[in-house]
Nanobody, 116 residues
Framework: QVQLAESGGGSVQTGGSLRLSCTVS????????LGWYRQAPGKQRELAAV???????IYADSVKGRFTISRANANHMIYLQMSSLKPEDTAVYYC??????????WGQGTQVTVSS
């Protein structure tokens, strides 16, 4: 059972930056995928950024140019660097990890609040 734990959320003002981190208990070095989703109050969970196997990145249009996803296999970490934050970025952010065998695991989420 792969376990994920997010950290780094908090409250910032518009234009600020935060870096979210996610620790993954087991991480592969190939044919996996990882990413960040977010869920704002009253809305469905939506993709923010994905890093697929082979290194391809996918970002939601709303975060392109402001968010950067990365991974560090050596210490089992997934990161989401967020800059130029806007109030509409306020949400609970969840990291996820898909193993090479297709199993998907989620973290518990970390709150990000951006005030105007």
């Amino acid at each position: 059972q792969v376990q994920l734990a997010e950290s780094g959320g908090g409250s910032v003002q518009t234009g600020g930056s935060l870096r979210l981190s996610c620790t993954v208990s087991e991480i592969s070095t190939s044919s996996d995928a990882l990413g960040w989703y977010r869920q704002a109050p009253g809305k469905q969970r939506e993709l923010a950024a994905v890093l697929s196997s082979g290194g391809k990145t996918i970002y939601a249009d709303s975060v392109k140019g402001r968010f950067t996803i990365s991974r560090a296999n050596a210490n089992h970490m997934i990161y989401l660097q967020m800059s130029s934050l806007k109030p509409e970025d306020t949400a609970v952010y969840y990291c996820y990890y898909q193993t090479p065998w297709g199993n998907v695991y989620w973290g518990q989420g970390t709150q990000v609040t951006v005030s105007s």
